[in-house]
T-cell receptor
Framework: KQEVTQIPAALSVPEGENLVLNCSFT??????LQWFRQDPGKGLTSLLL?????REQTSGRLNASLDKSSGRSTLYIAASQPGDSATYLC??????????FGKGTRLHILP | EPEVTQTPSHQVTQMGQEVILRCVPI?????FYWYRQILGQKVEFLVS????????KSEIFDDQFSVERPDGSNFTLKIRSTKLEDSAMYFC????????FGQGTRLTVV
C-alpha cells in the first residue's frame, strides 16, 4: 500500500531564503509525482509534475526533483517570498489508480 | 490551462438532508475522482470513476455516498442523510496524463 510522508510538517523561514521540502513514498512503482500548493481554505493548485523518466522539473523559482529508486522527491524554493506561504502537498498515483497525498508541509515566510 | 469546475463553492445544509456536489471535469479526460479534506487534515480519496462506473472506492465511501455522470459533461457526488462529520472540503479531479483538481466545495453540515 502506497504511503506518502512529508517532512517537515511545518516550516518558518525569513524572506529571501532558499528552502527544501521533502516527500517520500513507499512504493517506487510510480509513473509520476505532483507537487501542489494549497492556500488556507482553498483548492489545490498543481505546481509541478515530474514523470517517472525525469529527474527534475523547474517552474520559475521552483524546482522539483525525483529519485524513484530511493522513493524521494524534493521541492526547492529559491529566494522565498511572503506570497509563498501556503501548504505544499506531494502526491503520487497508487497502483490502483487513485492519487495519494501526503499530509503536506505548512510553509510560513517571515517578512 | 484547462480547468475542473466545481459548484457550489460553499454549501450549508441541515443534518439529515441530501446534497449534490457538482463537477465539470476536463472534457477529454477519462478518469474522475472525488476527494475530501476535513479541516486541518489530509486530502482523502473517496472514489474513482472510469468508463461510466466506479473503479475504486475507499472505506469512507459507504452507502451514504453515490456518484453519477448524468450527461457527457457533469460528474456529481450525492451525499444522502448528511451528518455533522461530513463537513469538509470536497474536491473533484480529472486525469489525463496528469491530475487536475477543482477549487473544491466547502460543505458545512449544521
Amino acid at each position: 500500500k502506497q504511503e506518502v510522508t512529508q517532512i517537515p510538517a511545518a516550516l518558518s523561514v525569513p524572506e529571501g531564503e532558499n528552502l527544501v521540502l521533502n516527500c517520500s513514498f513507499t512504493d517506487s512503482a510510480i509513473y509520476n509525482l505532483q507537487w501542489f500548493r494549497q492556500d488556507p481554505g482553498k483548492g489545490l493548485t498543481s505546481l509541478l509534475l515530474i514523470q517517472s523518466s525525469q529527474r527534475e522539473q523547474t517552474s520559475g523559482r521552483l524546482n522539483a526533483s525525483l529519485d524513484k529508486s530511493s522513493g524521494r522527491s524534493t521541492l526547492y524554493i529559491a529566494a522565498s517570498q511572503p506570497g509563498d506561504s501556503a501548504t505544499y502537498l506531494c502526491a503520487v498515483p497508487g497502483r490502483d489508480d487513485k492519487i495519494i497525498f501526503g499530509k503536506g508541509t505548512r510553509l510560513h515566510i517571515l517578512p | 490551462e484547462p480547468e475542473v469546475t466545481q459548484t457550489p463553492s460553499h454549501q450549508v445544509t441541515q443534518m439529515g438532508q441530501e446534497v449534490i456536489l457538482r463537477c465539470v471535469p476536463i472534457s477529454n479526460h477519462l478518469y474522475f475522482y472525488w476527494y475530501r479534506q476535513i479541516l486541518g487534515q489530509k486530502v482523502e480519496f473517496l472514489v474513482s470513476f472510469y468508463n461510466n462506473e466506479i473503479s475504486e472506492k475507499s472505506e469512507i465511501f459507504d452507502d451514504q455516498f453515490s456518484v453519477e455522470r448524468p450527461d457527457g459533461s457533469n460528474f456529481t457526488l450525492k451525499i444522502r442523510s448528511t451528518k455533522l462529520e461530513d463537513s469538509a472540503m470536497y474536491f473533484c479531479a480529472s486525469r489525463g496524463n496528469r491530475a487536475f483538481f477543482g477549487q473544491g466545495t466547502r460543505l458545512t453540515v449544521v
